[in-house]
């Protein structure tokens, strides 16, 4: 039966099927459109075999064997509708239900409950239980996020082994034994994991729920359309949720080759800014020192006229723009307004992107995220990425933990990273390049040896700090990779950074990786030559350069110096009030577009919300501003976009857009399982599908009704959905010469270099108007090398002042960061850390306040 | 050793504390007694696959409950992955039993003897002997023996001059049954929640801390210097063809003289009885547990104590511990006590175990306080069904065996508790764990009746641990 190559047939309910050995009987069952029951099973995690549902009978076997922890082998005979099984399955339901409180009148999951669900399906009809229910304390609030309810746990330890296995936050745990085993957090600790709401998620019951969607909603009144998180740039597949048009719920849509099956906190429960009343909603026009309301002829006819007028115009857009939003800047800038001063890398990154571009054929990644786990060593040197891409800290931890991957961190300030890696190369600030010069040569033992070794290498770079010369430090991160034959990830800020490097919003690039005929200026320069007049316009789509930009002296000089200033944006952020226009943008839930993520995968989002007032997508205001400037692109509709695209970015020639959205599962072989009970059905049943066949609750629902699926079923979804990388030509594979590397030398003491990051809840335009994750975030401090605060006399919790451009007190914390450097979160409340910087590579002096 | 006619007890692993009762634990006394010898010949005379061959030859089975083959179980771990372990399950928390506790207190170099032969047939460099957290007294005769057998060069570094090294570390547990499944027994070594592991990999190939793992059980161990010393022919003298050898059954409930025995393997349970003293106050046997709390019930004497004679009855050998019940016993309370034990052993990973051992507590409870149902036997029985063959290890199967025995065997009984609305044995208040007064014999029960029992008794001199080392 076996054909030689590693294959085995297993015969499931009498349908043969050729499979790899190894492979989980329920998985493979489930490819055939058997479904069978389980709650503890969960395919991101290792199987435990606890909840007992997918007991099934294997031919030869004396016991009922766990579909979720038989590995198939060959010629294997398996039935799921044995007698047998079926029994078994009707009773675990019985047990599971004795003590379960069958709230579900009052339960968020109701509606959408795996519990529910598979009794419907397999569970008896009645109870015989007539003895008192175990109880527990109702509605335990374990975190700021999460709500636990204990009677409602059918002990599935999903929750556990997520924190544990998947996050590394083990802040959730299984107390006590026997009937009495609970669910709970540790008295002194909460649930305080930037991942937690993963688990209410991928709770099969309502026992854990999240607390700004309590009582919000039920399931089938919800619409929800799949989109893309459109906050940092791993990109990761998300399904928004809205009830009466407001935007109620978040969940993570599954893609094995992005996020499995997870997502943060900050993805999921960042989204009240959607909805927030501070939207603009309407064009503003400055009249003298306060704006008025106008309409968009008007609006866009004045942004025309003060575009028309300037001598040069600055381009500025954020790191959240779409792909589409991206290539109308840049189409804006060097089409309609002729000029080459045009770039999205508002922190001033000095990321030579560019570089990489002769090298690899891309200005970004030649590794996809799924390499990271096939690699035998990663090198990593960047921001700490559980604050700034927390699902690429989940997918580094997964290599490293799961797979068995070296990882290798430079890093001068410990990240989050160190916990698990295999070396830490601790260098001074500034001396990066030098330690992976060192890896690179073989003298950074012995984690050079792991990188040598190493047949399969993802080395991975990201910018560490605003304000910082990123040149030689990705001159050696190449260098490092092509000698070794490894692969590059990239990884900039932003949701949408990778698509406006695509697309040519860089003064160094056109789009689809082209040299431009004129190199523009970059960030700092527009700014600068704003400020000194040289420039006298400005366009800003989404930037706030005010808070972002890391001299913010000098973007307020750029912005008072008297140019006209053109904002798009979705709030009146500071840099939008310094505006002569300010035009309301379309906010990710509101309109169609895409995102690239860091692995330049093109993925979809479908619009589910109606923009507020006449806010639109910033293509169509750079559309509207083109066309009242007499240059009319003819687009009315993504679709128009996409054929510009198509024509005119050669890497996206061939991409076709709407082929990335499949957004209703098709049925497939799930029809030919011919179960009565089984909720196959309802596995083809997307949002708007029809009611499982199987549903035994009688009429209570109407055919062709829309029936809402639990995230079990919902996963078939995201298949469909893996998105794009588009093909590009390949580079030569190395760089040219490389840069001098810039000398860590040592400084007076007291005075530092300044390194900063990103923290996952910060004072950012989304995340700060996000209620329940803006009391999340942490006040600022100032982190230091215990021997540097010794020598200037400070201690752990002491107060410090600060000073560089601007003077702050903060407290001291000791931290194992390189000496002569300190840390200084870039953006909590309090403290935008870009009014301490002026000029790039920062420094402050620090002393006892 | 000759048997007289008549049932009499067979004492091999038990000899020398009866021999010897003052000071058997001592090395002094073991080393005039020929101990350490078979281990001393074992590593230097012996080949490791000569131990293994003879072990397998010997036809011993694990003594723990399961009574696989202990030879094959060695065969099973890989040879050439290092380090390997050996574990000694020494947390005997089967109720009836109480061997393993006096071989701990009574006899421990017999065991750290067996500990040596077993790691040198396996190569393992490493023993842990977790012993229940209870046994107290045998805790610090045990880490005595270990320091006495490091100082006499028997443990540590190179042990009998070879060049074989073999530490030994004694851990107490915290007090759970479940930590007696060998599993949870690791994953409780480790320093983690004791709750089974998901097999395959068994422990033999992915044991503790992901290296091949040995683990028997005491009884097992100490058997092992007296097979090495006078040869698989000598030890096959007894027991059974395919149960060979002596074994001891712990003897409890309604009898005159509840105490371990050590018979031969096959001996009938009539014998046993005879050696006991016979059931007291010339009460009847109405019911007998055979194995250990997990074992069906038997209700007749004449079934011979070994691993294929009560499996084909129906029930286990298991521990080897018989609780024998008079008629005084109200066998839907034995049903209960037997149940709420697993109830609250349960280790709550697995559904039927968890929920099925709550809900039938509940019933039974009910029906012993005159609340009972006409349905309700048949609600137990689906209870048992639902636990059985269908939990994540043997807990919740052992507690479905104990509950199905107990309402089929004396359905009669549940059901006149129902109809009578009241438990007709009330007035009694007997049972075999209820109080009693006046019983002759050793000991109150079984469980008591030990002579060394307590944490207080028969202490040696002041805590080593305690005397500042």
């Known amino acids: ?249 978040c969940q993570a849509l599954p893609n094995e080759n992005v996020n499995d099956f997870w997502i943060c906190d900050k993805g999921r429960f960042g989204y009240h800014y959607v909805d927030s009343p501070e939207r603009l909603d309407n064009p503003l026009v400055r009249k003298g020192d306060s704006f008025e309301v106008t309409g968009w002829a008007e609006a866009l006819r004045t942004a025309a006229e003060g575009l028309r007028g300037a001598a040069s ?196 690039l056109s789009p689809g990786y082209r040299r431009p005929e004129t190199r523009g200026r970059r960030t700092r320069e527009i700014l600068e030559a704003a400020a000194s007049g040289e420039i006298d316009a400005l366009v800003i789509a989404g930037a706030d350069v005010l808070n972002d930009f890391p001299d913010a002296e000098l973007a307020r000089r750029a912005l008072t110096s008297g140019a006209f200033v053109v904002v798009s944006e979705l709030f009146a ?67 128009d976009v996409w054929a510009d695209i198509n024509a005119s970015v050669p890497t996206h020639a061939e991409v076709d857009v709407q082929a990335l959205t499949q957004p209703h599962p098709v049925a497939g072989p799930h029809q030919e399982s011919g179960y009565e009970l089984m909720p196959n059905d309802m596995v083809m049943a997307g949002p708007g599908g029809p009611m499982p066949k199987g549903h035994r609750s009688g009429a209570a629902f109407e055919a062709g009704q829309a029936w809402p699926l639990s995230w079990e079923l919902r996963s078939f979804e995201a298949h469909l959905r893996p998105g794009l990388i588009p093909v590009a030509a390949d580079g030569t594979g190395e760089v040219g010469t490389l840069t001098e590397r810039a000398s860590a030398t040592r400084r007076e003491p007291g005075t530092f270099r300044l390194l900063s990051g990103r923290h996952i809840y910060d004072e950012g335009t989304m995340v700060s108007r996000s209620a329940m994750l803006h009391e999340l975030a942490k006040e600022p401090f100032v982190a230091l090398n215990a021997a540097d605060a010794a020598e200037i006399g400070l201690s752990d919790g002491a107060q410090a002042v600060v000073e560089g451009a601007t003077s702050v007190t903060l407290p001291v914390v000791i931290d194992d960061i390189a000496r002569g450097a300190v840390y200084i979160p870039y953006d909590q409340p309090g403290l935008h850390a870009n009014t301490l910087m002026r000029g790039p590579e920062p420094t402050v002096t620090v002393r006892p306040a | 050793m000759s048997v007289a006619a008549g049932p009499q007890e067979v004492r091999i692993v038990t000899r020398r504390y009866h021999e010897f009762p003052e000071d058997s634990w001592t090395l002094e006394r073991v080393e005039a007694d020929g101990g350490y010898e078979a281990a001393r010949s074992a590593v230097r005379d012996m080949t490791p696959d000569e131990v293994l061959d003879t072990v397998k030859d010997s036809g011993l089975r694990g003594r723990g409950g399961a009574g696989f083959p202990t030879g094959v179980k060695w065969s099973f771990v ?103 499944e060998e599993s949870a027994l690791l994953d409780s070594l480790e320093g983690f929640r004791g709750q089974p592991r998901l097999k395959p990999p068994f422990p033999a190939v992915k044991g503790l801390y992901g290296q091949p793992t040995i683990i028997n059980n005491t009884e097992t161990l100490s058997t092992l210097p007296h097979i090495i010393r006078h040869g698989v022919e000598w030890f096959r003298r007894w027991g059974t063809e395919k149960s060979p050898g002596t074994k001891m059954i712990s003897t409890s409930g309604h009898v005159v003289r509840p105490a371990n025995y050590e018979v031969p393997l096959g001996t009938t349970l009539a014998e046993l009885l005879e050696l006991a003293g016979g059931m007291r ?37 298991g521990s080897g511990a018989v609780v024998f019940m008079d008629e005084s016993t109200c066998m839907v309370r034995n049903a209960l006590v037997t149940n709420e034990f697993f109830e609250h052993e349960s280790c709550g990973k697995c559904t039927p175990c968890r929920e099925g051992t709550w809900w039938a507590s509940k019933v039974l409870e009910r029906i012993e306080h005159g609340e009972g149902r006409k349905e309700d036997m048949e609600l137990l029985l689906d209870i048992a069904n639902g636990i059985d063959g269908r939990a994540f290890c043997p807990l919740g199967d052992a507690a479905s065996w104990a509950l199905r025995s107990n309402v089929e065997l004396f359905r009669d009984e549940f059901e006149q508790h129902v109809i009578d609305g009241r438990c007709p044995f009330e007035d009694e208040h007997l049972s075999f764990t209820g109080p009693r007064a006046a019983v002759p014999g050793p000991g109150d029960s079984g469980i008591a009746a030990q002579p060394h029992a307590g944490v207080d008794a028969d202490l040696e001199g002041p805590d080593p641990r305690e005397a500042g080392r």
Not at chain 1, 221 to 245: F, H, M, Q, W
Not at chain 1, 583 to 604: D, S, V
Request: charged fraction near 25%.
């Open chain 1, 573 to 639: 952020t500071d840099t939008a009030r310094a505006a002569d226009v300010l035009l309301p943008a379309a906010a990710y839930a509101e309109r169609e577009g895409t995102f690239t993520n860091l692995e330049r995968r093109l993925q979809k989002l479908e619009q589910l919300l109606a923009a507020p007032g006449t806010a639109r997508e910033v293509w169509r205001i750079c559309a509207g501003i083109a066309a009242a400037m007499g240059d009319d692109w003819g687009w009315t509709s993504f679709d």
């Open chain 2, 281 to 317: 106050d010339g009460g009847r046997v109405k019911a007998i547990i055979p194995g250990g709390a997990s074992a069906p019930l038997l209700t007749s004497t004449e079934y011979r104590l070994d691993f294929e004679s009560l499996q084909e009855a129906g029930t286990m050998l």
């Open chain 2, 78 to 180: 890989p040879k050439d992955l290092f380090p390997k372990y050996i574990v000694v399950n020494h947390d005997e928390g089967e109720p009836g039993t109480f061997k393993d506790r006096e071989l701990g207190e009574r006899d421990p170099h017999q065991l750290i003897e067996g500990i040596i032969i077993a790691a040198w047939a396996n190569q393992a460099n490493r023993a842990f002997i977790y012993c229940r957290g209870e046994m107290a007294l045998g805790a610090r005769r045990m880490d005595t023996a270990i320091r006495d057998a490091y100082r006499k060069g028997y443990l540590g570094k190179g042990i009998f001059g070879s060049g074989f090294d073999l530490d030994v570390t004694l851990h107490r547990g915290a007090g759970a049954y479940i930590c007696g």
């Open chain 1, 313 to 508: 115009v600055g381009v500025i857009a954020g790191g959240h723009l779409t792909t589409e939003d991206a290539y109308a800047v840049q189409r804006l800038a060097r089409g309609t307004l002729g000029t080459a001063d045009l770039d999205s890398r508002i922190q001033d990154d000095g990321a030579p992107y560019e570089l990489m571009v002769d090298a690899a054929g891309v200005a970004g990644s030649t590794a996809t995220l799924n390499d990271l786990e096939s690699a035998q060593t990663i090198v990593w040197t960047g921001p700490d990425p559980r604050e700034e891409l927390p699902v690429l800290f989940l997918r580094l931890r997964k290599a490293v933990t799961g797979r068995g991957a070296k990882l290798v961190v430079v890093s001068p300030r410990r990240l989050s990273l160190d916990a698990f890696a295999t070396h830490v190369v601790r260098c001074e600030a500034g001396a990066e390049a030098a330690a992976l010069e060192g890896l690179r040569l073989g003298n950074e033992r012995p984690a050079a040896d792991d990188v040598a070794s190493a047949d399969a290498l993802v080395c991975c770079w990201g910018p560490s700090s605003p304000g910082r010369d990123e040149t030689p430090i990705l001159e050696q991160v190449v260098a490092l990779a092509a000698e070794r034959g490894g692969k590059v990830l990239v990884c900039p800020p932003h949701a949408g950074s990778q698509g406006l490097l695509d697309m040519g919003v860089h003064p160094a």
């Open chain 1, 1 to 249: 039966m076996s054909d030689g190559n590693g294959t085995v047939t297993v015969t499931i309910n009498g349908r043969r099927v050729e499979t790899h050995p190894g492979r989980l009987l329920i998985d493979v069952a489930e490819e055939l459109g058997i479904f069978v029951p389980r709650f503890c099973y969960h395919p991101g995690m290792r199987s435990v075999a606890v909840c007992r549902m997918c007991l099934v009978h294997v031919e030869g076997q004396r016991k009922l064997m766990p579909a979720c922890a038989t590995p198939v082998s060959d010629g294997m005979e398996v039935q799921t509708d044995h007698p047998r099984a079926v029994d078994a399955q009707s009773g675990m339901l019985e047990f599971l239900l004795i003590n379960h409180p069958l709230d579900c009148p009052i339960c968020d999951r109701a509606g959408e409950c795996p519990l529910q669900d598979q009794t419907y399906a397999h569970g008896p009809g009645t109870s015989r239980y007539v003895e008192p229910k175990r109880t527990y304390e109702k509605a335990l609030e374990i975190s700021d996020l999460v709500v636990l309810d204990r009677e409602r746990c059918v002990l599935c330890w999903r929750c556990v082994r997520f924190a544990d296995e998947i996050a590394g936050d083990r802040f959730i745990q299984l107390v006590d034994r026997g009937a009495g085993t609970q669910i709970l957090t540790f008295s002194d600790e909460p649930f305080d994991s930037y991942f937690s709401g993963n688990t209410i998620q991928i709770c099969p019951v309502g026992a854990l729920t999240a607390k700004p969607y309590r009582f919000v909603s039920r399931p089938w009144d919800l619409k929800t359309a799949p989109s893309i998180c459109a906050y940092c740039s791993v990109g990761c597949p998300i399904s928004n949720e809205a009830r009466a048009g407001q935007l109620v719920r």
